[in-house]
Antibody
Framework: QVQLQESGPGLVKPSETLSLTCTVS????????WSWIRQPPGKGLEWIGF???????NYNPSLKSRVTISVDTSKNQFSLKVKSVTAADAAVYYC???????????WGQGTLVTVSS | QSVLTQPPSVSGAPGQRVTISCTGS?????????VHWYQQLPGTAPKLLIY???NRPSGVPDRFSGSKSGTSASLAISGLQAEDEADYYC????????????FGGGTKLTVL
């Protein structure tokens, strides 16, 4: 079955860049749209953006100026960068596989990112 | 404030039926975009529960059902069980936000 695993630093300093990678197993990177979603502690879900294996992307307008999602088909991975982070970016970050870019069919377990100096 | 509005909490006794509403607008649910539902058990990642308004992925019990009408959608859970206690989120597509995928604020289901 499709499995996703997030990896990256759990602590990022304010004003720096948050970088996470999602490794996909059980499916080809060509099979789905690949997305990032975050959830601040005790709050709801926020969609960040998605990428297709071709490299085409779609971002949440509220985050678009600070976010970049990229894909590495050779490694079956995709990545997230959020620049100029503040405390408001602290959250559990999930990667997910989207079916037809409509809904999030498979999810990673999530990784907690704290923003602190 | 979420684009899709859900009640913060609902509750029910074991065996009962509960519904969770998801209210949108003419730029999302009312524009005939599909609604999807997710279940998030405590301390875990969300899980797809209903897709395309009323379809269940393999493995999801038929106690869970979805519906949509106008600018709203609903998730119904019948034969409530203790393990259904979780947060539930609706999700759709919004045309006014440059093709954003949007979530409801989430509803905490408590099984009494």
């Amino acid at each position: 079955q499709v499995q996703l695993q997030e990896s990256g630093p759990g602590l990022v300093k304010p004003s720096e860049t948050l970088s996470l990678t999602c490794t996909v197993s059980g499916a080809s990177i060509n099979s789905y749209y690949w997305s990032w979603i975050r959830q601040p502690p005790g709050k709801g879900l926020e969609w960040i953006g998605f990428i297709y294996y071709s490299g085409s992307t779609n971002y949440n307008p509220s985050l678009k100026s600070r976010v970049t999602i990229s894909v590495d088909t050779s490694k079956n991975q995709f990545s997230l960068k959020v620049k100029s982070v503040t405390a408001a970016d602290a959250a559990v970050y999930y990667c997910a596989a989207m079916d037809h870019a409509e809904y999030f069919q498979h999810w990673g377990q999530g990784t907690l990112v704290t923003v602190s100096s | 404030q979420s684009v899709l509005t859900q009640p913060p909490s609902v509750s029910g006794a074991p065996g009962q039926r509960v519904t969770i509403s998801c209210t949108g607008s003419s730029s999302n649910i009312g524009a005939k975009y599909d609604v999807h539902w997710y279940q998030q058990l405590p301390g875990t990642a969300p899980k797809l529960l209903i897709y395309g308004n009323n379809n269940r992925p393999s493995g999801v019990p038929d106690r869970f059902s979805g519906s949509k009408s106008g600018t709203s959608a609903s998730l119904a859970i019948s034969g409530l069980q203790a393990e259904d206690e979780a947060d539930y989120y609706c999700q759709s597509y919004d045309t006014s936000l440059s093709g954003s995928r949007v979530f409801g604020g989430g509803t905490k289901l408590t099984v009494l």
